[in-house]
């Protein structure tokens, strides 16, 4: 009796639950113009769109989140584009080499469209509803320098990447997962590591992080020498780090390049210094 009422009461739920229609699962469209504080419109260039539910909201002088639509604008900084319903943030960059697709760079033009109290502007794309956000002009400069504001806390990572002959392995990106896994998209990805190897990868908050490394920023199948650690299906190294701290020491060795047809992880990692965190300078 007691399996015969909890079967109708399912039944009853889901009769009553509603299918989604054609009409909701229609992608909307978002468009508008990108232009510099004088009114001048931006030429060509890249768009990231962040979905709301997918992570926090882009604050760049505090982190660099992974973005989850990409699309380039057109000559007149002009965009017009499908996207599934749903909330998205919107930031641009206008990289010095037009196959980048990561963090900003010294003196590359930026766009973070905000509010008057600098806060990131949410925006909702209807199914089957077109938004037009019209003109934003906010592209400045990119200066590295706002990521060290005076009274700013930010949560990062530090650490060096060294090849199998302890040398330093420059000029690559670590990104930060949210599972043990490399599955799906990273959450968040620092600037490429410099001369020394060294990297600072920010996050929007405390806690537990799988970090990874790539050659490039660019996703799908990686080409010769770009997977610097790991395959898909490998536990990633698992990092601590405090809200308003800089968790230091992270040491990525014997790290070797590989091409995609390599299946053996060559990556001694996983320790740390015995200082492994600071509060962050002015």
Not at 36 to 45: A, E, F, I, M, V
Not at 53 to 60: D, E, F, Q, T, W
Not at 99 to 104: E, K
């Amino acid at each position: 009796m007691r399996i015969l009422l909890v079967l109708s009461i399912l039944l009853f739920s889901l009769a009553g639950a509603s299918p989604v229609t054609a009409e909701e699962s229609k992608p909307g469209r978002l468009s508008g113009v990108l232009a510099y504080k004088d009114g001048r419109p931006l030429s060509y260039g890249v768009i990231y769109l962040f979905d709301d539910l997918a992570g926090p909201p882009p604050v760049i002088e505090k982190y660099w989140r992974v973005p989850n639509e990409i699309f380039e604008v057109d000559a007149d900084g002009r965009f017009d584009f499908e996207l599934p319903a749903g909330t998205y943030y919107i930031a641009y960059i206008k990289h010095a080499d037009p196959y980048d697709v990561g963090p900003p760079k010294t003196g590359e033009t930026i766009l973070i469209s905000r509010d008057p109290k600098g806060q990131p502007v949410p925006y909702s794309v209807k199914a089957g509803e077109l938004r037009d956000i019209g003109k934003l002009c906010e592209a400045v400069p990119y200066d590295p320098a706002i990521t060290l504001t005076t009274g700013r806390e930010i949560t990062a990572i530090e650490g060096r990447i060294l090849g199998e002959d302890g040398k330093p392995i420059a000029g690559v990106p670590v990104f930060a997962f949210m599972t043990p896994a490399a599955i799906g998209r990273p959450l968040f990805t620092s600037e490429r590591s410099d001369i020394d190897g060294v990297f600072l990868l920010r996050v929007d908050k405390g806690g537990r992080y799988f970090l990874k490394i790539r050659g490039n920023y660019g996703g799908g199948r990686p080409g010769q020498d770009s997977v610097m650690d790991g395959e898909q299906d490998e536990r990633l190294t698992a990092v601590t780090v405090e809200t308003g701290q800089i968790t230091k020491g992270v040491l990525y060795k014997a790290l070797t390049r590989r091409g995609p047809k390599s299946k053996r992880k060559l990556l001694e990692s996983d320790r740390t210094l015995p200082d492994t965190s600071s509060k962050p300078g002015p």
